[in-house]
């Protein structure tokens, strides 16, 4: 694993709007928007989504994306996984990509809910085989019971979250490109979800995720950008980066989330050395 990589060179990404019909339109929005109109080549009106993106990700990085709604965190997130390809500059991928944008998507009302749980798995690049190992466990950690054997048409919007969570968060990825979208569960349950989360991260090779959860982001995250306009602004660790688009309490937030976490480690190191003493 390694040898996985994510490399983007000056990449860009457009979407023309070939609907632009007049000319005063063009006027409108030429120019007047901080850089994410413009015109292409054959003079039609495009959206420049990202713009000079350089990023070099390997083995072992854990990258938070902020920045507000329309940025272009959702966008970065498509063209790292390879669903957009760069409309200017390069993109690389060197690695399986598991992307989460949508919890639910992969899921069939119709079904049951271990029906899903092979549905979602394979969309996420597991093999039935894999997925089939994986049902009991998963469906331990929904505890939704007999409720795995009804359509998925009949469960709440919690239930599903449980079902998606319990899938993403039992797969083996190479790279994996989170958008965050998991805050229709209770207290208890996102507790164990993070649990899960962060033993996701430790076996990914590297993660990239989206998130207007300072929290989330300390827990998961050493490195954060942030995007704004469709460009990098600010590239850093998680509490200097944050504490320059939120400002200093946000900032001091993660600090005190990144002292919390430090101590839980060393307090688990030290029981861990502990017992090998003990052991001897």
Not at 78 to 88: A, D, F, N, Q
Not at 149 to 159: A, E, H, I, Q
Not at 186 to 207: E, N, W, Y
Not at 244 to 256: I, K, L, S
Request: glycine share 12%; proline share 2%; aromatic share 6%.
């Amino acid at each position: 694993m390694s040898d996985v990589r994510v490399d983007a060179w000056d990449a860009g990404v457009d979407f023309p709007i070939f609907d632009a019909k007049t000319r005063s339109l063009k006027k409108a929005v030429l120019g007047k928007a901080g850089g994410t109109i413009g015109a292409n080549d054959s003079n039609v009106v495009v959206v420049e989504a990202l713009k000079n993106i350089n990023l070099h990700l390997e083995h072992g990085d854990r990258v938070g994306l902020v920045g507000h709604n329309g940025a272009g965190k959702s966008t970065l997130l498509r063209l790292l996984s390879g669903i957009y390809e760069p409309t200017r500059g390069a993109c690389k991928i060197n690695g399986r990509v598991a992307p989460v944008f949508d919890l639910g998507v992969g899921m069939d009302p119709e079904i049951s809910g271990y029906e899903n749980i092979l549905i979602r798995g394979m969309f996420l690049g597991m093999s039935r085989r894999e997925m089939l190992k994986r049902v009991d466990e998963i469906a331990e950690f929904t505890e939704l019971g007999d409720y795995l054997k009804m359509p998925l048409r009949t469960y709440s919007t919690g239930m599903r979250v449980r079902v998606s969570l319990g899938v993403v968060t039992s797969i083996d990825p190479e790279i994996l490109i989170l958008d965050e979208g998991i805050g229709a569960v209770d207290a208890d349950f996102m507790k164990k979800a993070r649990i899960r989360l962060q033993d996701l991260v430790k076996r990914s090779g590297i993660l990239v995720f989206a998130s207007h959860s300072n929290e989330f982001l300390a827990q998961l995250c050493d490195r954060a950008l942030w995007i704004d306009h469709g460009a990098i602004k600010m590239d850093g660790g998680i509490e200097e980066v944050v504490t320059a688009y939120e400002g200093p309490d946000a900032g001091a937030h993660v600090h005190r989330i990144l002292q919390e976490i430090a101590a839980e480690e060393g307090a688990e190191k030290s029981g861990a050395t502990e017992k090998s003493g003990d052991g001897a």
